[in-house]
């Protein structure tokens, strides 16, 4: 029953019962009664209507918004997978190595950044970059209508070792030696605990890591490192994570860089980001994470040399989590 003619009813209701104890009033005030009854009927009537009419106009504008919502992601796919291409060429482009390349079967640079949304126009910053296997890619995808930024070791740092070292020095001279490539990539620091400076608040549109939340974890860095992410990133924007990724036989009170992928959420969550998408892109059902070596018993370290060699190669790189999470719309810059 609506409400105006529910609103009828009792006013009918109240009229009878008025009638009914009021008989020795006038015919007049009886005829009164009724008319402002009738009165209230109508007004309530006419409030029915406009609130229907309200609902309508709110479910209309939530249809737009959500058509609106949906071309908006429409664009943004058609974006990404127009990137892909880009990302693809780069991918076996001369500036890499023969043995960079013959890694892509293992990594799945495409799939994995299409997953996080990577659009040849955005502002990303890529943490610790190591030997520039990912830098290789997104330097020159980024190179015209985005921009890179390669968050590396201060080399300000007291008691820098020696990889940390080498790592920055590998990416200064191959900026310094392929301009080409590499010239109009950024350099920001992240040396946690030490310092970190990735950039302006706000200002990036995705930051990935690749393979190092493990040291970061071992290091008591994580939560700082994952709070700067946070920071930097505008509201909406993408952490892209792909990480070693613990097993049921793995050791976890020993360092052998495979995280559980709760403990990696969990941190970013803790970070103020919210999981957004979970891809098995880079997992491995081959490998059982609980090598005698860790992580780097498998290639590319391989680091038992020759024992065992052709097991660990049949085997493949390490099983990854591959993870996508946002930074609310609505949270501060």
Known sequence: MSQARRTVLLAWLALMG?????ASQSTESAADAAANT?????????????????TAGAAA?????????ATRIAIDAGAVAATSKAVLAASTAAHRSPEHIARNVYRHPVETLAFFGLRDDMTVVEALPGELWYT?????????KGKLVAASFDPATPNMVDYQKKAHE???????????????????????PAGIDLGAPGSVDMVVTFRATHGWLNG?????IYAAFFDVLKPGGILGIEQHRAGPKTNLEAFSGYVPEEKVI??????????????EINANPKDTADWSAGVWTLPPSLRLGDVDRAKYLAIGESDRMTLRFRKPAAAKP
């Open 18 to 22: 008025m009638a009914a104890g009021c």
């Open 170 to 192: 590998l990416l200064l001279r191959r900026i310094a030696d392929e301009p080409a490539v590499f010239g109009r990539v950024g350099v920001a620091k992240l040396s946690a």
């Open 136 to 144: 290789e890619i997104l330097a020159p995808v980024l190179r015209e």
């Open 220 to 224: 008591g860095v994580a939560d700082q």
């Open 61 to 69: 504008s939530a249809a737009d918004e959500a058509a609106a919502s």
């Open 266 to 279: 969990a941190i970013a969550e803790k970070a103020g980001f919210v999981l957004e998408a979970r891809s």
């Open 38 to 54: 009738a009165t209230a009927a109508d007004s309530a009537a006419r409030t029915a209507a406009a609130a229907a009419s309200t």
